[in-house]
């Protein structure tokens, strides 16, 4: 349909089909250079050779469909194999029972569009970008192919890309006179997209890096060559806002800090009321609000003149992804619509703005104890988050996030809970919300709900015949998200819990009724599920530490010598020893730590299904004994654009 001719034909069937097999096809920019880049990434995606590289579920390629198709006409290919092509278009749409498309495909684009230009290519993603003083430059980091986050330096005129001579790093500002702010050793904060590490200064032509402080997120050049910084303090988790760096602005930073072309003014995103985001800006008469009201914010970055900054993420009046102008006086405008995980870096002269647009996506993965190297796939309609499973790891509790749209994000209750079998047979709904835990006797499932507004409520859904029930918290705050719940037996449940305001607790309820109990004697939460004899646990205390502890018997607890990075999944079936994960490298190590020794052992290392992308696992759990792994890895594939036009 869009380049007049098919992906792979060579003359006949036998060398067309290994033409399928083994080929790439031809870029669809190169066969019709009108297609906007959205359009191409999509078709590539779709022809990707590795599965994990095509869409997870057709309602993520629906969504991004619809997105395109409405915000942006696509211009077929020349005439003269627009007619043929439309024909054979139209039969297959009917087919597909999405005829809707055909006009959006078929109008001319408007002269005013914004065009798009791919600048890399990689197998990765990238995670900042910067103009450098010529504005021809570029200066972007990315990790490709798992690889650790690198520097790299491309021009607008070509696809090439160049490394700079630095070690592992992600750049975060360049200055007038060509100083590069860089990040090194930085590690990917996926909540937040940035890679955080030690901030320093080189020059852009090479030399060895000067280091300036730890746990920085954020930072820009201002034009007199000092530093505006969001940094991390104590472990907190909103960031303080510094400018110049030393001086603190804001306590209440969540990146993406950014300093006024003239030096005058800083904008930065904060969190507000309702856990809801802004955008702040300082000048000489104060901090204020420029913007409020947005869902979240992926990035920030000024107009060249001054007079607006670009946001992207979700605003008030954002359903999907956007790139908004925000002027001085509040008013918003959008410039750039697009999909999901799109983040303006910067904008330089010309209505030209850099951006990164990104698809991610997370499949649940399952390792038995046959074949460790081949993880079986359970994901069930893309973004499969892992909440809990069962003892012997043969039945999982799920929740589909939104299958990547944002739509099901702005609906509590399309965010649907699920169970499935190890056997992948097809999975069953239970319920909306957060899936938390299983109980041991498989009656029951523990979901959270997801209020719009207030705390949230635990739930008890039944596996068979039967009713939920909700369950009296008491006043309690219960967390949000999949925060963590467990079964302590087939009566009790052990949670984190609190007063609001308050710090966190661990709290014990029967499902038969009654509200929660705090265990007096225990100042730290519930990290582990409960030991095989329903009374031991894994306690996260407030400074960190992990500690024994039971639910009866304050003479239990001790330390553990468990990192606070390192994570219990289970216990072994004598109750002796615990499973533990910790992520290493690419990937992770299970180990086991006996208890009456305080000696651990390697069990297993689990590695991803593939490299290109790859974030991290979340929410790993283990069978108990730990012969079976399960866990959602979580992928991110995308490029860097420029785009002109962007008015």
């Keep these: 349909m869009l380049t007049g001719r098919r992906a792979f034909d060579r003359g006949n069937p036998i060398e067309t089909l290994a033409a399928i097999l083994k080929d790439e096809p031809e870029p669809i920019g190169a066969a019709n250079p009108r297609i906007p880049p959205p359009l191409a990434w999509i078709v590539e995606r779709c022809l990707a050779k590795a599965?994990?590289?095509?869409?997870?579920?057709?309602?993520?390629?629906?969504?991004?469909?619809?997105?395109?198709?409405?915000?942006?006409?696509i211009p077929g290919p020349r005439k003269t194999t627009l007619a043929s092509a439309?024909?054979?278009?139209?039969?297959?749409?009917?087919?597909?029972?999405?005829?809707?498309?055909?006009?959006?495909?078929?109008?001319?684009?408007?002269?005013?569009?914004?065009?798009?230009?791919?600048?890399?290519?990689?197998?990765?993603?990238?995670?900042?970008?910067?103009?450098?003083?010529?504005?021809?430059?570029?200066?972007?980091?990315?990790?490709?192919?798992?690889?650790?986050?690198?520097?790299?330096?491309?021009?607008?005129?070509?696809?090439?890309?160049?490394?700079?001579?630095?070690?592992?790093?992600?750049?975060?500002?360049?200055?007038r006179t060509g100083e590069l702010a860089v990040s090194l050793d930085c590690v990917y904060v996926q909540a937040s997209g940035v890679c955080a590490g030690t901030l320093a200064?080189?020059?852009?032509?090479?030399?060895?890096?000067?280091?300036?402080?730890?746990?920085?997120?954020?930072?820009?050049?201002?034009?007199?060559?000092?530093?505006?910084?969001?940094?991390?303090?104590?472990?907190?988790?909103?960031?303080?806002?510094?400018?110049?760096m030393g001086t603190q602005l804001s306590p209440d930073g969540l990146g993406h800090v950014r300093v006024s072309p003239d030096g005058t003014r800083v904008a930065w995103s904060a969190v507000q009321e309702s856990n809801l985001q802004a955008v702040m800006l300082h000048d000489a008469s104060g901090t204020r609000a420029l913007s409020r009201g947005w869902t979240f914010i992926s990035g920030l970055a000024w107009s060249p003149g001054g007079d607006a900054v670009f946001v992207s993420g979700v605003?008030?009046?954002?359903?999907?992804?956007?790139?908004?102008?925000?002027?001085?006086?509040?008013?918003?405008?959008?410039?750039?619509?697009?999909?999901r995980r799109m983040l303006v870096l910067d904008a330089g002269a010309g209505d030209r703005l850099l951006v990164a647009w990104t698809n991610s996506s997370t499949r649940m993965e399952w390792w038995g104890p046959g074949d460790p190297d081949r993880p079986r796939d359970l994901t069930w309609l893309g973004d499969s988050f892992l909440d809990a499973a069962s003892v012997d790891g043969q039945r999982i509790l799920f929740t589909v996030r939104a299958a990547g749209t944002m739509e099901w994000a702005s609906q509590p209750d399309l965010y649907p809970v699920y169970v499935r079998t190890a056997d992948q047979q097809p999975?069953?709904?239970?319920?909306?919300?957060?899936?938390?835990?299983?109980?041991?006797?498989?009656?029951?499932?523990?979901?959270?709900?997801r209020p719009e507004e207030g705390?949230?409520?635990?739930?008890?859904?039944?596996?068979?015949?039967?009713?939920?029930?909700?369950?009296?918290?008491?006043?309690?705050?219960?967390?949000?998200?999949?925060?963590?719940?467990?079964?302590a037996d087939s009566d009790r449940i052990v949670l984190r819990a609190r007063v609001p305001g308050q710090p966190w607790r661990t709290y014990v309820q029967r499902i038969g009724g009654g509200p929660p109990v705090v265990v007096p004697h225990e100042p730290g939460f519930v990290d582990s599920p409960l030991a095989p004899d329903g009374d031991r646990f894994v306690a996260h205390r407030p400074d960190g530490s992990h500690w024994l502890a039971s639910l009866s018997r304050a003479d239990v607890a001790r330390p553990l010598p468990i990192p606070s990075e390192q994570l219990p999944l289970a216990w072994s079936t004598d109750g002796r020893a615990l499973v533990l994960w910790r992520e290493e490298g690419s990937g992770g190590i299970v180990s086991r730590l006996d208890l009456t020794t305080d000696i651990e052992t390697t069990m297993r290392r689990i590695e991803p299904a593939s490299r290109a992308g790859f974030v991290g696992f979340r929410g790993m759990t283990a069978s108990r004994g730990g012969a079976v792994v399960m866990g959602s890895e979580t992928r991110m594939l995308g490029a860097l654009y420029l785009i002109t036009g962007a008015r």
């Design 315 to 339: 605003g008030p009046d954002v359903r999907d992804d956007a790139v908004i102008r925000v002027g001085m006086d509040g008013s918003q405008r959008a410039v750039v619509r697009g999909m």
């Design 86 to 175: 439309a024909r054979t278009a139209v039969a297959a749409l009917a087919l597909a029972g999405a005829g809707w498309m055909a006009s959006s495909f078929m109008r001319a684009a408007p002269v005013d569009a914004p065009q798009w230009q791919r600048l890399t290519y990689e197998q990765g993603f990238v995670d900042s970008a910067r103009f450098a003083g010529d504005g021809q430059t570029v200066v972007y980091s990315a990790s490709w192919d798992n690889r650790p986050f690198a520097v790299f330096t491309t021009t607008t005129t070509s696809p090439e890309s160049r490394a700079l001579d630095l070690p592992p790093a992600g750049v975060l500002a360049v200055s």
């Design 201 to 244: 200064r080189v020059p852009q032509l090479g030399g060895a890096p000067r280091e300036l402080a730890g746990g920085i997120r954020s930072a820009d050049w201002s034009p007199d060559g000092s530093l505006a910084v969001a940094r991390l303090v104590s472990n907190l988790p909103r960031l303080s806002v510094e400018y110049p």
């Design 51 to 73: 599965p994990e590289g095509r869409y997870a579920a057709t309602a993520d390629l629906l969504h991004d469909l619809r997105a395109v198709g409405s915000r942006t006409p």
């Design 455 to 487: 705390l949230a409520d635990l739930v008890l859904v039944p596996l068979g015949p039967g009713e939920p029930r909700t369950l009296d918290r008491g006043g309690l705050d219960t967390g949000s998200g999949n925060s963590i719940a467990t079964f």
């Design 427 to 449: 999975a069953v709904r239970i319920a909306s919300g957060y899936g938390v835990a299983l109980s041991p006797d498989g009656r029951w499932a523990l979901t959270r709900t």
